[in-house]
């Protein structure tokens, strides 16, 4: 595999010493990109699957606290976000044809992975849509021992009198060529560049909010706004797909904020209510994004997913 040195910006919050990033190239010809941080004798690899609008470097503080547990962490740019190629004319607007297309990716950073010897057992951490994805990669038999979700997209919280729009829109617009557009209370604009931090559905912490916008300030090829139709249809047919599937044989733990608004709460507890080995744990006071809050709140989730992922003695392949 062709591996070619990528930008991995460290201005903000960089995150461990020595991180690399890399360009790959899928099997449908696009761009994306991989960052990695590896300590010294690494005990595994995480493999950390951010969510929509994310990029690599917003997973370095995530990176340095994998690392002082001693494991090295990948983070990927999904096609349509990050410095990865965008999908549409128009790259402000998340876009992907079909959900399944990001297991292209997953494949292509999986074979990265191994082509750089990154150290085994792997894990997946995955947050919001990459939860989506996770699952979905779990299912096509990702080669992990054990796996941790944050706030997973298996169900979008749509309030009541949206939710009949929000079913017929995706599949209408599209059908009169409007598929690439925004749906309503969308904006073109990255969240945390146009929303103040008070009652944010992100983060309780201020300082990882600025540091959110910080990121994307100094660097504007990193912004993203909302979703196309096309993008939301095939989210919502993913989640419903997911919902109908037995949970994998995959040991996991789950962490959801008290205070969850993006994602479907009940979705996520009926999905770790049919897993054997499944494990919710709330976080109190948290929003959606429970690994920015605060230190000691992304450092206790990370050693409970830690011990998580050590439940199980992991035995090489011969």
Known sequence: MRLTSAPLYTDVRPGPDGGQAHWLNTSDGLRIR???????????????????????????????????RGYATVAIDWRGQGLADRMLDDGRIGHVDHFMDYQDDVQTVLDAVRALGLPEPYYLMAHSMGGCIGLRALHEGLPVVAAAFTGPMWGIRIKAHMQPLAWVLPRLMPAIGQGHALPPS??????????????NLLTTDEQMWDMMADQLRAHDELRLGGPSFVWLRSALDECNALARLPA???????????????VHQGRIAAQM?????????????????????NDAVRGRILSAAVAKFEARPFIAAA
């Open 34 to 68: 991989m960052g990695h941080w590896t300590p010294k004798d690494a005990g595994g690899t995480v493999l950390m699957f951010p969510g929509r609008t994310e990029y690599v470097e917003k997973y370095a503080v995530v990176a340095q606290g994998f690392h002082d």
């Open 248 to 262: 994998p044989p995959v040991p996991a733990i789950c962490f959801q904020g008290s205070n969850e608004r993006i």
């Open 273 to 293: 209510a049919k897993w054997p080995e499944g494990d919710l744990r709330i976080i109190d006071g948290g929003e959606h994004e429970v690994l920015m809050e």
């Open 186 to 199: 969308t904006k073109i604009d990255p969240y945390v560049l146009t929303d103040p931090f008070e009652d």
